[in-house]
């Protein structure tokens, strides 16, 4: 994927769940929403290199970006959180619980965790070359399902990628006050590879996953990636993020991995890129509007 696409993707995320919030404040929308801007590189970054049709990916209750880095088409999640009988599970699931071919999350922390476990086994035992991404926050770190997936798929050399996006803090609480140690020491001590990275350069985020799934692709053999990343929403549509210290937001403000990709790009590349993205929001709203709720049959 060339950077200018990576760039739209990332920019679609953006934009969407800024919409979001928009239609929730119109009364648009109902029951909640997690949102995800600032994690945008990962999304995009990592996978792009997965063939959705075969590869498993599942996700979290903050998984907008990863549904629409894998499906550029925000037509039929506005009609999902809009409760439309065209949404991607006809309007019963809305924000937390979305599907794209072998995508799927759930709202559970952690919950998918387990799962993913489950289908890499599942690829394993027919020995094929498929993989499955699992994607989770920091907040599930201490979930006992989460560990236990992490020592099966260690017992059992299954073909995942564990993927945690740490952006410090689970719902309004820092990692720093419910944890001890580190995460790398706990993932080394179920004999599992470690990688961390910083998700500010889609660029780099890209070149670093691109090798990691080729050695799950080509080993069979599990991985872990931590992304140090940061949320400019907060853990809920409801949320104002009081907790968070101004330090923190401005530093991951001036490492927003939009304004480092958009720096590498023309200008009017940028602008086009903008009017196109806008266009194709506000088109998805409209048409989903418009369409039916669901009848008694679903």
Not at 67 to 90: H, I, Q, R, S
Not at 118 to 144: H, P, Q, W, Y
Request: include cysteine.
């Amino acid at each position: 994927m060339d950077r200018l696409e990576m760039y739209r993707r990332m920019l679609l995320i953006r934009k969407t769940e800024e919409r979001i919030e928009e239609l929730f404040a119109k009364g648009l929308l109902r029951g909640t929403t997690h949102g995800s801007r600032g994690q945008e590189a990962i999304a995009v970054g990592l996978l792009s290199h997965l063939d959705c049709a075969n590869d498993y990916v599942t996700g979290s209750h903050r998984s907008h970006g990863h549904f629409l880095a894998l499906n550029p088409d925000p037509y039929p999640f506005f009609a999902e959180l809009m409760g439309k009988e065209t949404g991607m599970v006809y309007g019963r699931g809305g924000s937390q619980h979305l599907s794209y071919q072998k995508f799927i999350t759930n709202g559970i922390t952690g919950g998918m965790v387990p799962i993913a476990s489950g289908l890499a086994f599942s690829l394993k035992a027919k020995t094929m070359d498929r993989i499955c991404v699992s994607i989770f926050g920091d907040g599930a770190m201490n979930e006992g399902y989460v560990m236990e997936a992490l020592n099966l798929s260690a017992v059992f050399d299954l073909p995942i990628l564990f993927v945690l996006e740490n952006n410090n803090y689970a719902m309004s609480t820092s990692f720093q006050n419910t944890n001890k140690g580190v995460i790398q020491k706990r993932i080394e001590g179920f004999g599992l590879p470690y990688l961390q990275c910083k998700a500010t350069d889609v660029d780099d985020l890209y070149d670093k996953c691109a090798e990691v799934v080729s050695k799950i692709r080509n080993t069979r053999h599990p991985q872990f990636i931590e992304f140090i990343t940061h949320r400019f929403s907060g853990h809920s549509k409801s949320d104002a993020r009081l907790y968070m210290p101004k330090e923190i937001d401005e530093y991951w403000k001036k490492n927003d991995p939009l304004h480092r990709i958009e720096s590498k790009l023309e200008a009017t590349d940028i602008v086009a890129t903008k009017i196109s993205v806008e266009n194709m929001i506000d088109a998805a709203i409209t048409r989903a509007s418009e369409d039916p709720y669901p009848g008694k049959g679903r």
